[in-house]
C-alpha cells in the first residue's frame, strides 16, 4: 500500500529509508500510533502513513484530514 501524503518523506518508513535511526528514536519514544502498512509506532499521527492506535484499543483506521487556513477546524 503506498502513501500519497505530501508529507510522506517525515513518516517513519521514509526516515528508515534515509537511515535517520536518531530522528525515528526522538519521534518514537512515547508512541501513541502504529503503522498500518508497516508497523512502525510513532508519538505523532503525523509521522505515520495509515495510523491506528496502539496496543488495547481497536483495530480501526484513524482518518485523516488536511485543514485549511490556519490550522484549526474551520480556518476561523
Given at each position: 500500500m503506498?502513501?500519497?501524503?505530501?508529507?510522506?518523506?517525515?513518516?517513519?518508513?521514509?526516515?528508515?529509508?534515509?537511515g535517520?535511526?536518531?530522528?525515528?528514536?526522538?519521534?518514537s519514544?512515547?508512541?501513541?500510533?502504529?503503522?498500518?502498512?508497516?508497523?512502525?509506532?510513532?508519538?505523532?499521527?503525523?509521522?505515520?502513513?495509515?495510523?491506528?492506535?496502539?496496543?488495547?484499543?481497536?483495530?480501526?483506521?484513524?482518518?485523516?484530514?488536511?485543514?485549511?487556513?490556519?490550522?484549526?477546524?474551520?480556518?476561523?
Amino acid at each position: 500500500m503506498s502513501c500519497s501524503s505530501k508529507d510522506h518523506s517525515k513518516h517513519m518508513c521514509a526516515l528508515k529509508l534515509q537511515g535517520l535511526g536518531e530522528c525515528i528514536e526522538s519521534l518514537s519514544n512515547k508512541p501513541i500510533v502504529e503503522c498500518k502498512n508497516c508497523g512502525a509506532k510513532a508519538n505523532s499521527i503525523k509521522n505515520i502513513c495509515l495510523a491506528r492506535l496502539t496496543e488495547s484499543e481497536p483495530e480501526e483506521d484513524i482518518v485523516t484530514k488536511e485543514v485549511s487556513g490556519d490550522g484549526f477546524c474551520g480556518a476561523y
